[in-house]
T-cell receptor
Framework: QQQVRQSPQSLTVWEGETAILNCSYE??????FPWYQQFPGEGPALLIS?????DKKEDGRFTIFFNKREKKLSLHITDSQPGDSATYFC????????????FGAGTRLKVIA | EAAVTQSPRSKVAVTGGKVTLSCHQT?????MYWYRQDTGHGLRLIHY???????EKGDIPDGYKASRPSQENFSLILELASLSQTAVYFC????????????FGAGTRLSVL
């Protein structure tokens, strides 16, 4: 059972366009949602995160939109650059005391110059 | 200088053989994790530990053992390697507390033949 789902599996955009990556979850106890960015041959690294008390989090060209009622969130990458080409993982955690994260399957983004 | 170091970076093992993957962190973090990455599944938690000499089962622990002999070191052990355990394995560390960032190593690519 996949508790965190991501779509699309892969996405190709032109340089300068806005890439939109989607994520949904099932467990209503999840209250923290980090997005990790992974380049080929490397481990994932935290890109941006949001807690369930907010509906939007912005960091430069990266913005998370969060809809708690629908259990959905999305990562918007504006003015996409070839250097943004990577796999993006949506993750979720709850304040259950064991600090476990559940990851989605990832979206592979390719930005064409 | 990498704060989470995995060794080896790649390994070829034979079916039924024993495999040990090692992880060392210099972050002074209490929590350490072993994840497995497969195409289409994202990152799945195998074992984790929040204190030396203690380990906890993650979401897919079958076929794996873990050892945390010190705060800095965390090993993943495959006693009888199987073809289905071919994957990329990531170690991560995090500070104690909810909503803490996972710091990943560069990964170990394991091929079981």
């Amino acid at each position: 059972q996949q508790q965190v789902r991501q779509s699309p599996q892969s996405l190709t955009v032109w340089e300068g366009e806005t890439a939109i990556l989607n994520c949904s979850y099932e467990d209503s106890t999840f209250n923290y949602f980090p997005w990790y960015q992974q380049f080929p041959g490397e481990g994932p690294a935290l890109l941006i995160s949001i807690s369930s008390v907010s509906d939007k989090k912005e960091d430069g060209r990266f913005t998370i939109f969060f809809n708690k009622r629908e259990k959905k969130l999305s990562l918007h990458i504006t003015d996409s650059q070839p250097g943004d080409s990577a796999t993006y993982f949506c993750a979720a955690s709850a304040d259950t005391g064991n600090y476990k994260y559940v990851f989605g399957a990832g979206t592979r983004l390719k930005v064409i110059a | 200088e990498a704060a989470v170091t995995q060794s080896p970076r790649s390994k070829v093992a034979v079916t039924g053989g024993k495999v040990t993957l090692s992880c060392h962190q210099t972050n002074n973090h209490d929590y350490m994790y072993w994840y497995r990455q497969d195409t289409g599944h994202g990152l799945r938690l195998i074992h984790y530990s929040y204190v030396a000499d203690s380990t906890e089962k993650g979401d897919i622990p079958d076929g794996y053992k873990a050892s945390r002999p010190s705060q800095e070191n965390f090993s993943l052990i495959l006693e009888l390697a199987s073809l289905s355990q071919t994957a990329v394995y990531f170690c991560a560390s995090s500070d104690r507390g909810a909503q803490n960032t996972l710091y990943f190593g560069a990964g170990t690519r394991l091929s079981v033949l």
